[in-house]
């Protein structure tokens, strides 16, 4: 499966991620809508493929139940005065097209760019637990993959602290992600059907991703909003390796900037 809103997104946010920044914003009160527009810059750890544009919805909505952000969702199942437990519905915007890559930095990494395949975009549901107080919040995501995508899972924890400024509001955060064999070897490793195909084997396993990020919201006026986000992921050496991407890349980038406006 295959979500494609303008161009393909191979970013590890991925996250995600997603897209993380977006996911934890709710709206003002419950019963609010927020919709708008946003692109994410990426600067693409694949081999050739330099730095992705990809504009997106913006549409947001906070319920005494459920709620809609971004490329997630989902429904509260338990609520008090720190602490929140969800299930969370979410896309995995990690497939990509061969033909988007580089065919001589693949070639130049032992691949021929003809025998292998696309990587598709997945949907994965789990549970968000998510614990705030004054030094800050902690967030603990547990997604599994249920579209028989990559049949793969994660975990990731992160924290976040805010300031506010006037009306301008300042996050920073820090985290890590953990992936299943099947997630990261589906993603950055090469499959069975490309290896019966002739093309080397090479799977990274489970890995660990660390990040720091930094997003902020400023409102224009009473009812839009501007926000802006970005963030850096740590690739570490399994991933490093992986001949699907550039060498010698350690790390990858991501900027977002988005304007939405509330109802």
């Known amino acids: 499966m295959k979500i494609t809103i303008a161009a393909t997104f191979a970013s590890l946010a991925l996250s995600t991620l997603p897209l993380a920044a977006i996911a934890q914003q709710a709206p003002r009160s419950q019963g609010q809508w927020s919709i708008g527009a946003a692109a994410a810059l990426i600067d693409s750890p694949y081999a050739g493929e330099g730095t992705r544009v990809r504009p997106f919805p913006l549409v947001s909505y906070e319920g005494e139940r459920f709620f809609l952000r971004g490329i997630s969702g989902g429904m509260h199942l338990y609520r008090n005065e720190g602490f929140r437990l969800d299930a969370l519905l979410s896309a995995r915007l990690y497939g990509f097209d061969i033909d988007d890559l580089g065919r001589r930095e693949l070639a130049a990494n032992g691949l021929d760019a003809d025998l292998l395949s696309d990587r598709d975009d997945g949907i994965d549901a789990g549970f968000r637990a998510v614990y705030g107080a004054t030094w800050g919040s902690l967030t603990l995501d547990a997604l599994h993959d249920i579209s028989d995508t990559h049949r793969g899972y994660e975990l990731a924890l992160d924290y976040r602290y805010t300031w506010l400024l006037d009306r301008t509001a300042l996050t920073v955060n820090a985290g890590n992600s953990w992936m299943s064999a099947n997630l990261s070897d589906y993603y950055f490793g090469t499959l069975d059907e490309e290896v019966a ?33 970005a963030e850096y992921q740590f690739l570490p050496n399994d991933l490093q390796d992986s001949p699907l991407l550039e060498a010698d890349r350690n790390g990858m980038g991501r900027l977002v900037l988005g304007l939405s406006r509330s109802f």
Not at 199 to 217: D, E, F, H, K
């Open 197 to 229: 195909r002739g093309v080397t084997a090479y799977r990274p396993g489970s890995v660990r991703i660390p990040r720091v990020g930094l997003t902020v919201m400023h409102p224009l006026g009473a009812k839009w909003q501007l926000m802006a986000s």
